[in-house]
């Protein structure tokens, strides 16, 4: 069945260095792939997604490219901030399928 | 703004008793789900259901059901409570022909 494997954390950085959480998959066919964030105390929220392989998704300084050879779906962050503390989530949804499967989240802790 | 809300937001009941929580979209989306969250293992399926009257099981469905009576509420029901059920159980919609889902507040459940 589908999987999704990311790195354990947690993970603490300095305010305004790069951040890299790991992310990798196994799926049958082309999957769609997300990452979500959730903050203290909420529920998750879509942070960004792609559909294709080759696909760049970004949103709020977080980035992600859907590496088919791979099977990777990596977020980056050039310059993070305190305020980016959270729990990140890899998930993706099989061709055909409207379900997410989820990676077990990364705690990311942002210091001053 | 349409939202998707759950009540109670946390619940203490004790081993036996039958439990539900609730669900309310206002989306209009035909897909809802029901996940837990517990530490180490991420988000896990419980059920879902992609219109009404139409229920599915997911990976953790043993001791939850789920009814679908109208477009805007999932109630999920847990008939007879264990410990192992203590976690936060999150509900998610989305539309019928689109993967992303949005992601209600969640609901912190303890069994004693």
């Known amino acids: 069945g589908d999987s999704v494997t990311q790195m354990e954390g947690p993970v603490t950085l300095s305010e305004e260095a790069f951040l890299t959480i790991n992310c990798t998959y196994t799926?049958?066919?082309?999957?769609?792939l997300f990452w979500y964030v959730q903050y203290p105390g909420e529920g998750l929220q879509l942070l960004l997604k792609?559909?294709?392989?080759?696909d760049k998704g970004s949103n709020k300084g977080f980035e992600a490219t859907y590496r088919k050879e791979t099977t990777s779906f990596h977020l980056e962050k050039g310059s993070v901030q305190v305020s980016d503390s959270a729990v990140y989530f890899c998930?993706?949804?099989?061709?055909?399928?409207?379900?997410?499967?989820f990676g077990k989240g990364t705690k990311l802790s942002v210091i001053p | 703004d349409a939202e998707i809300t759950q009540s109670p937001r946390h619940k203490i009941t004790e081993t036996g008793r039958q439990v539900t929580l609730a669900c309310h979209q206002t989306?209009?989306?035909?897909?809802m789900f029901w996940y837990r969250q517990d530490l180490g293992h991420g988000l896990r399926l419980i059920h879902y259901?992609?219109?009404?009257?139409?229920?599915n099981k997911g990976e953790v469905s043993d001791g939850y059901s789920v009814s679908r009576s109208n477009t805007e509420d999932l109630p999920l029901t847990l008939e007879s409570a264990a410990s192992s059920q203590t976690s936060v159980y999150f509900c998610?919609?989305?539309?019928?022909?689109?993967?992303?889902?949005?992601f209600g507040p969640g609901t912190r459940l303890l069994v004693l």
């Open positions: 259901s992609y219109g009404v009257q139409d229920t």
């Open positions: 989306w209009n989306h035909n897909n």
């Open positions: 792609a559909t294709k392989a080759d």
């Open positions: 998610a919609s989305s539309e019928s022909s689109v993967k992303t889902q949005y």
């Open positions: 998930a993706l949804s099989g061709a055909g399928s409207y379900q997410l499967t």
């Open positions: 799926a049958t066919g082309y999957p769609s």
